[in-house]
């Protein structure tokens, strides 16, 4: 969808932002570009709607010229999403969402339905719309950047550091809500972050910039941990980049046991038995039961229970790892979609996969060029 071919862009005081750049961002895919401050990374994605010209290369967005397109026809047909929103602070919620829409002569009863139906895509009530920017919190500011971005449904979405300006919690529940959006609408998405751990979670492929605008290496996150191409890449992905790993590596293929369960409508069971996994009628896991620290309680929903956080396949090797060392049992409680108890994993069991896991990354890839990791 986005190439890049030789591109360079040197600004009148001789500084270079970019440097011979050779890239591709697949259709329907998020390209994060990763770097430290300086490195060209919002250069170069502000190069692909024209916020900046490039000095030299060329610059294809569905197989079209930029520098051949109208630059106000080219941008009013790619979305673009920036740090603190952007807003309009004197138009309503609605009326921002709107705006693109408008520009491109939509007409305003079918702009404003449209900006009402993005208001639901992105998570806002309809009542948000009648407010205006300041009346909202930062996250929701930001989901009405990307309500407006979506607005006239661009194929291509410019995402410049859009979280960096809201609290952790706010800022994971926003990535959470951009990859349903994703998995939803299919968008291309270039998306700009100092953040690697964000890289990590969003990207279907992370391109790394050095200063001076080179590209080091792009390649999807689990290669890109695994095998960095230099010392470069990998201080920049941090000592804990095993560990990042394991968060892209799912439950599902990691065995697992039959539960020893009871339900909190049935008696405590014998001391001298062992924990037991307390459910609901349903069969959800409510927590785990100590016999021999129950014997007094009739049911054993009436015990103290000790907390346990069921995962499911979809989760992280990582998450099972943590929840692993939390348990008080040692073992993992394993839920199937609805909630449902399917079995338990033990801590030796996850700690094998997880070094199973490390080992195989740490392997060298077979025909790995460092030299060429900076063209994809």
Known sequence: MIKFDAVNKRFPNGTTAVHDLTLEMPEGGITVLVGSSGCGKTTTLRM????????????RLGGKNVLEQDAAQLRRGIGY???QSGLFPHR????????????????????RARAAELLETVGLTAESGKRYPHQLSGGQQQRVGVARALAADPPVLLMDEPFGAVDPVVRTQLQDELLRLQQELNKTIAFVTHDIDEAVRLGDRIAVFRTGGHLVQCAAPAELLAR???????DFLGAERELKLLSLTTLADVPQQRATTVRA???????G?????????????LGWLDPDSASGAGRSGDAPLLPVRPLRDTDSLLAA????????TGLVARVDADGVLTGVTSRETIHEHAGRRHHEAARPAVGLSKAGSGTV
């Open 228 to 234: 960095p191409a230099d010392d470069f890449v990998a």
């Open 92 to 111: 309503t919620v609605l009326d921002n969402i709107a705006t693109v829409p408008l520009l491109l002569g939509w007409g305003r009863r079918k702009a």
């Open 265 to 271: 409508d049935e008696p405590v069971p014998r001391t």
């Open 48 to 59: 692909i709607n024209r916020m900046v010209e490039p000095t030299s290369g060329t610059i």
């Open 81 to 83: 999403v920036i740090q």
């Open 321 to 328: 790892l943590n929840e692993s060392i939390a348990s008080p």
């Open 273 to 285: 038995t062992g924990p037991h996994l307390v459910t609901s009628a349903r069969g959800e896991p």
